[in-house]
Structure formats: C-alpha cells, structure tokens
C-alpha cells in the first residue's frame, strides 16, 4: 500500500535528507513537499488523504505552535508529527498538547527515524525514548496551549496575522470577509485566550513562537548529520 507522506520544512537540504530517509524506511511512499504554512495547507487540501506530515515549527508563516494549532484543526484526521532541531522536553509537550501526533528530532538516527514513522503511520503517537515529557509542560504552559488548542482555524489565522501587524481591514481583506467578521473573531480570541486586549494576545502568540524556535545552529548542524 503506498504511503503519502508530506514534508513540510524550509530547507531544501534538510526536504532531500528527510526524503532519502522515508524512502529507506517506507520504500512505496510518495512523498510531497512545502516549504511554508500556505504551501502545506494547500498540498493538505490539494492531496488525498495524507497518511502523515512532518511538520517544522519554525517555517514561514507558521508562527510555532501558532501554526500546528491551525493545520490539526484545519485538517483532524491527517497525523501531523512535529520534526524539530529543538529538543527540550517541555517544547515537546507543548507539541503533542497542541494536537501533534509525535516529535521527532531532527538529530534522530536512521533507527529512530524508521521506528517514528513506523509508529506514526500506524496511528500511534511518537516521541523520542528516554524523553521527560510527563512533567515537562508546567500547568501554566498546559492552560495556555489548550486555550490556543480551543481556537478554530479562523481564529488562529486571525490570531497570526494580529502578529503579524495587520489591521482589520487588511485581515478581512486577506480573508475575504468582513470587518464586522474579523471583529468578531478578534473578540472570540480575547475571551478564550483570557486576555483584554489585541496587544497582549498577540504577546501571548509571539512568546508562543519564540518559545518553538531552535537554534539555527542546532538545524544547520541536524541538516548536516542526517
């Protein structure tokens, strides 16, 4: 049975490393690429019935957790494992509260990366041996990613593009709606994420970001050993 697999990272190389490494493990697979959130939406909503994504956090567009809160609510039944070059066990908590079905290293070995993608292809949820996940995310971390987690879809988008810097107008624009509508999801935004105003959601956003980052020496180096 072929397997459709998408990768979903911002480094070509590291998109031809994860390639020669799925089809060492899943020999059949058919494998789609992106290279930001837009572009992994769009092959989401374009390709039948994805079997699994590998998604990197740090893509453009993707606004860390921001971003995966909005492809698992955007599309559920597709199996969605974060593949990241940042390892606290707490960053992998927060991933799999988001909604993320594993997490994966972007430093995981050949074994490790075959023993994932055995896992998560038949359903079952991955993350690396010997990582302290149970305590990793403290209750504060956990109520703020299922106030993200409780956003729809809409609403995250909405949510990235405050961080972004638009106005209600650009965003009904961006949309197709109007600012009546944006008005109303901006309120929703506010009430379930517990906050007062746009300013301190959209902190909560970035901190959300920042808090996925990686790096970049640490995926320049992941790049470079797989």
């Not at 390639?19 to 789609?32: C, M, W, Y």
């Not at 992998?92 to 994966?104: F, L, P, Q, V, W």
């Not at 009546?180 to 999801?185: N, Q």
């Not at 909560?204 to 790096?215: F, N, S, T, V, Y």
């Amino acid at each position: 049975m072929t397997r459709r697999i998408v990768v979903a990272d911002d480094h070509p190389m590291f998109r031809d490393a994860m390639r020669s490494a799925i089809v060492g493990a899943v020999p059949d697979a058919e494998i789609l690429e992106a290279g930001t959130l837009s572009t992994t939406a769009e092959v989401l909503e374009n390709a039948p019935d994805p079997d699994l994504v590998l998604l990197d956090l740090n893509m453009p567009g993707m606004h860390g957790f921001a971003g995966l809160v909005y492809l698992c609510a955007q599309f559920p039944s597709v199996p969605i494992a974060v593949i990241s070059a940042n390892e606290e066990p707490r960053v992998i908590r927060r991933a799999i509260d988001a909604g993320a079905s594993g997490y994966i290293p972007k430093s995981a070995s050949s074994e490790d990366m075959r023993a994932a993608l055995d896992a998560l292809l038949e359903g079952e949820v991955w993350v690396p041996a010997g990582a302290d996940t149970g305590n990793a995310a403290d209750d504060g971390d956990a109520e703020v990613t299922a106030r993200i987690a409780s956003l729809t879809p809409q609403q995250v988008r909405v949510l990235m593009m405050l961080s972004d810097g638009l106005i209600n107008k650009q965003i009904a624009y961006e949309l197709g709606v109007s600012e009546g509508t944006v008005k109303a999801h901006v309120s929703a935004i506010l009430q379930k994420l517990g906050v007062i105003s746009r300013t301190q959601a959209v902190i909560l956003a970035r901190q959300l970001a920042e808090e996925a980052d990686a790096p970049q020496e640490m995926v320049r180096r992941a790049a470079n050993e797989r």
